[in-house]
T-cell receptor
């Protein structure tokens, strides 16, 4: 158990719908990352938040958006869903690398169990 | 943008054989990380390499970072069935994002 939680575990929905995936980082971690994992594309970085602010953006579609709240949990919103959006969505968190009680000499990421999204 | 290529895509070995996966980046990296994902699981951090030419060992696993900081390898000596999974390298350049390779799926037959 990495300490990162994600809900729901599974989600089945129809094309054109909108869903929200939720992630709670490990205690003390300020960074949250979202990834999409599909069979043919591997692990694709979507977006990173640090202490409530967007820090880095990857291959995230305009139909997708995310935010990190003051309590540091994060939500990934996927709208106008298409069949091709079916994938495993991972959230990860990482400890601060300087200062604070939980700092780490590495910036390793701790992954949650993922949300499996199926779009029918 | 930065791309990380990983080969081979799949590797099937007999238990006791060695295994190596290679990772190449299109740009110079500030660091490279390796993760392992067991079937049905989530990626788990193995190690981070930062220095040019760095070599680190974890029991039967040996990690190397190239002199030019554009390539890396993971070598497993005498594989065991517990080594089954997909091994990902992830490169970080000057930005904050980690770019993952597509992974090498290792299957070990007893």
């Amino acid at each position: 158990d990495s300490g990162v939680t994600q809900t729901p575990k599974h989600l089945i929905t129809a094309t054109g719908q909108r869903v929200t995936l939720r992630c709670s980082p490990r205690s003390g971690d300020l960074s949250v990352y979202w990834y999409q994992q599909s069979l043919d594309q591997g692990l694709q970085f979507l977006i990173q938040y640090y202490n409530g602010e967007e820090r880095a953006k990857g291959n995230i579609l305009e139909r997708f958006s995310a935010q990190q709240f003051p309590d540091l949990h994060s939500e990934l919103n996927l709208s106008s869903l298409e069949l091709g959006d079916s994938a495993l969505y991972f959230c990860a968190s990482s400890p601060p690398t300087s200062g604070g009680l939980y700092r780490s000499s590495y910036n390793e990421q701790f992954f949650g169990p993922g949300t499996r999204l199926t779009v029918l | 943008g930065q791309q990380v290529m990983q080969i081979p895509q799949y590797q099937h070995v007999q238990e006791g054989e060695d295994f190596t996966t290679y990772c190449n980046s299109s740009t110079t990296l500030s660091n490279i990380q390796w993760y392992k994902q067991r079937p049905g699981g989530h990626p788990v951090f193995l190690i981070q390499l930062v220095k040019s030419g760095e070599v680190k060992k974890q029991k039967r696993l040996t990690f190397q970072f190239g002199e030019a900081k554009k390539n890396s390898s993971l070598h497993i000596t005498a594989t065991q069935t517990t080594d089954v999974g997909t091994y990902f390298c992830a490169g970080q350049d000057s930005g904050y994002a980690l770019n993952f390779g597509k992974g090498t799926s290792l299957l070990v037959t007893p």
